[in-house]
Nanobody
């Protein structure tokens, strides 16, 4: 089992930054891929970005490319640096993990965190 805990959400003005963290524990997951998804009210869950733990290869959604950056440290924590935030970025952001390669499909991810709310005011 892998446990994922997100943090760092909050309220920010449009144009501002926010950094989300996801702390992972449990089984070693050196071969895992971790990702960020988001879900706004009334909308489907949407892929944001993913990173492979070995090699640090990344995949980023076009909607956030150039504004959001995914990264990870050596202590089982993943980050999502969000810059130039827009009101449409308002959502609950979820951390997820899977074995295998990078994927933007939420169904491919096995482990999920509880989510953290990010709200961008105009």
């Amino acid at each position: 089992q892998v446990q994922l805990v997100e943090s760092g959400g909050g309220l920010v003005q449009a144009g501002g930054p926010l950094r989300l963290s996801c702390a992972a524990s449990g089984r070693t997951f050196s071969s895992y891929v971790m990702g960020w998804f988001r879900q706004a009210p009334g909308k489907e869950r949407e892929f944001v970005a993913a990173i492979s733990w070995i090699g640090g290869n990344t995949m980023t959604a076009d909607s956030v490319k150039g504004r959001f950056t995914i990264s990870r440290d050596t202590k089982n924590t993943m980050y999502l640096q969000m810059n130039s935030l827009k009101p449409e970025d308002t959502a609950v952001y979820y951390c997820a993990a899977r074995g295998g390669g990078l994927s933007n499909n939420s169904r491919a991810y096995v482990y999920w965190g509880q989510g953290t709310q990010a709200t961008v005011s105009s």
